[in-house]
């Protein structure tokens, strides 16, 4: 401590400025969410946007800004992810807000309600019942004190505190009251130093986008030996290097050069997995659920274990009454008023509180001397004159009945193995004095009346949850930093039945944790860096892990899993490294998350197989023109047509239809299965098309006509294959995309913006007949794709079949 030590009267103004000045605050960067700073550089300072964005400033540079549509895409992918996840952090920070505490301090001799940021090192707290500990102090004083620390240990049970004890920041006062002396501020508070961690940015795991930036990885390796391929072969139409540079013939050059590596990459592919996560996300913002990043929508459709916190997960962190347990055949009369007058008592802790859900007409006499609870003791006393006469004890039954051998203690501890906190209401014939009381003194011949038990209230949708995700084939573990026995019994009413394990027995290596997790799925006295390591065990083999949580002490394990999923009622810095957060704290919202984004993957992979297609039959195109020294036989406009027509409209539409098949591991490969042999059939068709238009000496503008009615016609049947199932809608989709061809070559605005005429009649036949095939081709190529896609989802069943009857 300073020369500035407070005294009983508290900090002198004079000596919370010099500390403010000092750096002594408990001021600190607890933002709850992440930094706009962070949303932009995840949505706009990616690959693809570089790519897409040297091309667009190329093509202004040279003038030709008919042909730079496509980097509206772009900047729509960036827009829509930026605004998103933006809207999701001002959601947040006012849910912070309304739960940000106050501090109560003793300064100059008075008490002061403030900023918790203004609350200084050496400040005296005030703390009564209901307040949070706002920084790490040491008690001077303290009137039967208890405090949760749940939120910080997992441990549901109160701590008693009494003087030179330590109160911890982010633990609540739930019973009698005390004066702290702040320690540790800010940073090196135990709150803030157990989220510092939780506060580093991370993007949330996603097969789709990791996808996606795969193939951009490879396009961009490919990109630009391709692109001078393609642009050496541009200038040698124009007639060579020299005179290509001489005339300025090089810029239509380096326009084709734009429209093959433009082709190469799957434009749309980003913009509408964006969409259809962000759609998904306006659509579970009206159920309640927040999403912060995106590609969380996705995230909990492929996860195969969950992890969920007891305390204010699958319960609401409430004691509820249970039952009452008989020990005798005549108890003693009027304990059905005294259990009334326990749960009255404005003294009463959240256990005994729940007695008056029951037991509602107390004694019509006020008790003469009374005792209240205490963790030390744990349990209370009332002593009645005349209607309950007699002095009644309700407690723990080890502290409250004397004789080891009692039937009614083994009966309680079978009670308690159930997972059920066990109490006895006891009675003895002697009156409790005002003296006894104040010392707290328990009274001889105590006789036992009944035994009662409580348990956690359970949320109401725990259970239908936790069903529909075992049904889903979704591994479940609940942990907790409570008792195992009473993990275990909430387990059970949740429909989970198994033995609590105490976690204090579990291995340190992951390894070691690991094969416990294969075989224990409850667990009790968890710490907090165990939920951390308990997820990174799961996922150490093979699992995708999502953690629920509401407590500090799950930031670390939330923040770890690859989807975090908190409660709107928990801490700021859980909801801040969650990717989920369930605004009405309702558990029931998760099956509906795992349906949107099961929607998103399915409905993405098939519009993959559209945009994957392109670039594939793009950069088979660009190497064999490029070889072959042959004009490249689009312009970036026509390419921006036939995109549009046979993938960008439709696979707006296809992206956001109603799609639940489960998930299946290996979006890329079977992708690529389809759009791979796909391209290589369009690519085909592409080149007899220009090369019989070379036979026939056909100048660029038909040549290019051409290839555009080719490839939007076989590229519009690709879209009929990939839509089977047909619906109405579909079908719809599909009929409109054959109009827009049509009007594409009759409207003439159109066939002038787009450099569409009318081919050689030969030219024109013999591409209608091309194109035929080609559709042929592409139902041969999906029919192959869905076999071998079958023989691969079968082997794993046969091979499981084969290893059970092995003997």
Not at 520 to 544: N, W, Y
Request: charged share 20%; proline share 4%; with cysteine.
């Amino acid at each position: 401590m300073t020369d500035t030590v407070a005294s009983e009267q508290g900090l002198t103004a004079a000596d919370v400025a010099d500390l403010t000045r000092r750096g002594l605050s408990n001021r600190v960067d607890d933002s709850s969410s992440r930094s706009i700073w962070s949303i932009v550089r995840a949505n706009v300072l990616t690959l693809f946007n570089a790519i897409v964005l040297g091309a667009f400033l190329l093509l202004l540079l040279l003038g030709q800004w008919q042909d730079a549509l496509f980097g509206l895409t772009a900047i729509a992918n960036a827009v829509i992810g930026t605004v998103q996840e933006y809207r999701a952090k001002r959601a947040l920070d006012r849910l912070a807000l309304l739960h940000a505490p106050r501090a109560r301090v003793l300064r100059d001799g008075s008490e002061q309600l403030i900023e918790v940021a203004a609350v200084v090192q050496g400040d005296l707290l005030v703390l009564v019942a209901g307040d949070q500990v706002t920084a790490d102090g040491t008690l001077v004083d303290a009137r039967r004190m208890e405090v949760d620390e749940s939120l910080l240990t997992g441990e549901s049970d109160p701590v008693e505190k009494g003087v030179d004890d330590h109160v911890l920041s982010g633990s609540i006062v739930v019973g009698g009251e005390g004066r702290a002396r702040v320690t540790n501020v800010g940073a090196d508070s135990f709150a803030n130093r157990l989220t510092g961690e939780a506060r580093r940015f991370s993007l949330v795991s996603s097969e789709l986008r990791a996808s996606v930036n795969r193939i951009l990885k490879w396009i961009t390796w490919a990109i630009f030996p391709i692109m001078l391929l393609i642009v050496n072969s541009q200038i040698q139409v124009v007639g060579g290097w020299e005179k290509a540079i001489e005339s300025g013939s090089w810029r239509q050059a380096a326009v084709g050069a734009v429209a093959a590596v433009i082709a190469m990459i799957p434009l749309g592919l980003v913009l509408m997995t964006s969409i259809a996560f962000a759609v998904g996300a306006v659509k579970l913002a009206r159920r309640q659920v927040l999403v912060q990043e995106l590609p969380a929508v996705e995230g909990l459709a492929r996860v195969d274990v969950i992890c969920l916190d007891k305390t204010g997960t699958l319960t609401d962190g409430e004691i509820v009454f249970d039952d009452v347990h008989s020990v005798t055949d005549a108890p003693q009369p009027g304990w059905q008023s005294v259990l009334a007058a326990c749960g009255a008592d404005p003294r009463a802790n959240a256990t005994a509180r729940c007695l008056t859900a029951r037991f509602t007409e107390p004694p019509s006499e006020a008790p003469v001397a009374s005792v209240e609870f205490s963790s030390a003791r744990k349990w209370s006393a009332f002593a009645f004159e005349h209607q309950a006469r007699g002095t009644w004890v309700l407690g723990a039954p080890e502290m409250v009945l004397d004789d080891p051998s009692s039937p009614v203690l083994s009966r309680a501890a079978a009670l308690a193995a159930q997972g059920r906190r066990t109490l006895v209401l006891a009675h003895a014939d002697t009156v409790l004095t005002d003296a006894q009381a104040e010392a707290g003194d328990r009274p001889d011949a105590l006789v036992p009346v009944v035994l009662l038990t409580f348990r956690e209230n359970l949320r109401p949708d725990a259970a239908e949850t936790l069903a529909y995700f075992t049904a889903q084939g979704v591994g479940i573990r609940i942990i907790s930093g409570d008792n195992p026995l009473t993990v275990a019994a909430v387990a059970r009413d949740a429909g989970v039945d198994a033995a609590g394990y105490d976690a204090r027995q579990l291995p340190d290596d992951i390894e070691g944790m690991a094969e416990v997790l294969d075989r224990e799925f409850v667990l009790g006295r968890v710490t907090p860096t165990q939920k951390k390591s308990i997820v990174l065990a799961l996922q150490s083999r093979g699992h995708t892990v999502a953690m629920t949580g509401d407590g500090v002490n799950d930031a670390l394990a939330i923040k770890t899993a690859d989807i975090g999923i908190a409660m709107e009622s928990g801490s700021a810095a859980t909801k801040a490294v969650a990717r989920l957060v369930l605004l009405d704290g309702r558990f029931s919202h998760l099956p509906g998350v795992v349906d949107e984004g099961r929607q998103v993957i399915a409905n993405i992979e098939r519009v993959s197989m559209l945009f994957l297609t392109k670039t594939a039959y793009a950069i088979a195109l660009s190497v064999v023109f490029g070889v072959l020294l042959w004009g490249f036989p689009f312009l970036p406009r026509q390419l921006s047509a036939t995109d549009g027509l046979t993938i960008g409209i439709p696979a707006f539409f296809l992206a956001l239809m109603p799609n639940t098949r489960r998930y299946v591991p290996g979006f890329l490969r079977r992708s690529l299965s389809f759009a791979v042999p796909a391209g290589v059939v369009v690519a085909l068709a592409l080149v007899v098309v220009n090369g019989y238009a070379r036979t026939l000496g056909a100048d660029p503008a038909e040549y290019r006509t051409a290839s555009t009615i080719a490839l939007a016609i076989i590229g519009l049947w690709v879209l009929v294959v990939l839509s089977r199932p047909f619906t109405w809608l579909k079908a719809a989709v599909v009929a409109a995309m054959y109009a827009g061809l049509g009007l594409l070559f009759v409207v003439p605005l159109a066939r002038d913006f787009f450099v569409l005429v009318t081919p050689d009649a030969a030219l024109l036949t013999t591409t209608l007949v091309v194109a035929g095939i080609g559709c042929l081709c592409i139902e041969v190529v999906r029919f192959v794709q869905l076999r071998w896609l079958r023989r691969r989802e079968e082997a794993p069943s046969r091979t499981a079949e084969a290893a059970a009857h092995v003997p």
